[in-house]
């Protein structure tokens, strides 16, 4: 009797089962990957949002201090910390600075204010080109308020200016008396930081009570510096003393 002969197959690729096994066992691999990259990443960018706010912090407080080192200073009203149309101040009936503004008198006819909610319209940068008919010159412009842009007009607190750090300078009236500088001219406002330096954050400079030497002058004022994402939410919060001497 011939033996038959049965050509056995090789067994080549995968059963059902494996591949259930090999899906499954992919499946709980990704998953924890997804687990543990979550938190790293998280992690990451809290760092890096709080490194980059931090940067911007110590950037506007070097600002703040070279604006207000070198004030001039004769009297306890040459800095003052005020709200805007407060009666009998310097931004009375000003529409520029809403809430906290800083200001510090720089020679004796002239004055800085600094706000970080400064809302400057074209009405204010029509004003500084009144006076000062030749602004180009060379290519460069005498003044800083050519270069900035404007929003509305008029203003509105809740403008694309708000959030960034602003300088105005007053020329004093010619009414004004050191004693009362309630009446003033424009001189000139500048954002001392291009847009770049901000990136998606905002800032809220908050200025505390002046503080007065032995003398009976304003040596220096408080200052908190907030740095706060586009939704108003703080980041990273600096305090730091701003002396005028």
């Avoid at 990957?33 to 490194?51: A, G």
């Avoid at 931090?54 to 070097?62: E, G, I, P, R």
């Avoid at 005020?82 to 000003?94: F, H, K, L, P, Q």
């Avoid at 503004?101 to 004055?111: D, E, G, H, Q, W």
């Amino acid at each position: 009797m011939r033996k038959m002969k049965y050509n056995k197959r090789s067994k080549k690729g995968m059963t059902l089962v494996e591949m259930i096994v090999a899906m499954a066992l992919t499946s709980i691999f990704l998953a924890s990957c997804v687990v543990l990259i979550l938190p790293v990443e998280r992690i990451y960018t809290e760092v890096d949002n709080s490194s980059r706010a931090q940067l911007l912090a110590d950037t506007v407080v070097n600002s703040l201090r070279a604006e207000c080192s070198g004030a001039y200073i004769t009297s306890p009203t040459d800095i003052r910390v005020v709200t805007s149309g407060a009666s009998g101040t310097i931004v009375d009936e000003c529409n520029v600075a809403y809430g906290n503004t800083l200001i510090v008198r720089k020679t004796a006819s002239y004055f800085a204010t600094i706000s970080s909610n400064y809302n400057l319209s074209q009405t204010h940068k029509d004003t500084v080109l009144a006076n000062d008919p030749s602004p180009v010159m060379n290519s460069t412009t005498s003044r800083s308020v050519y270069r900035m842009t404007f929003v509305s007009d008029p203003p509105r607190s809740d403008s694309a200016h708000y959030g960034h750090i602003h300088y105005g300078y007053l020329n004093l009236g010619a009414t004004s008396s050191e004693s009362d500088p309630s009446t003033w001219m424009p001189y000139d406002f500048t954002n001392p930081l291009i847009s770049g330096a901000y990136g998606d954050f905002l800032v809220a400079v908050e200025f505390g009570s002046v503080v007065n030497g032995t003398d009976g002058l304003p040596a220096y004022v408080n200052c908190t510096v907030r740095i706060m994402d586009k939704d108003n939410n703080t980041v990273y919060t600096r305090q730091t003393v701003l002396c005028f001497t």
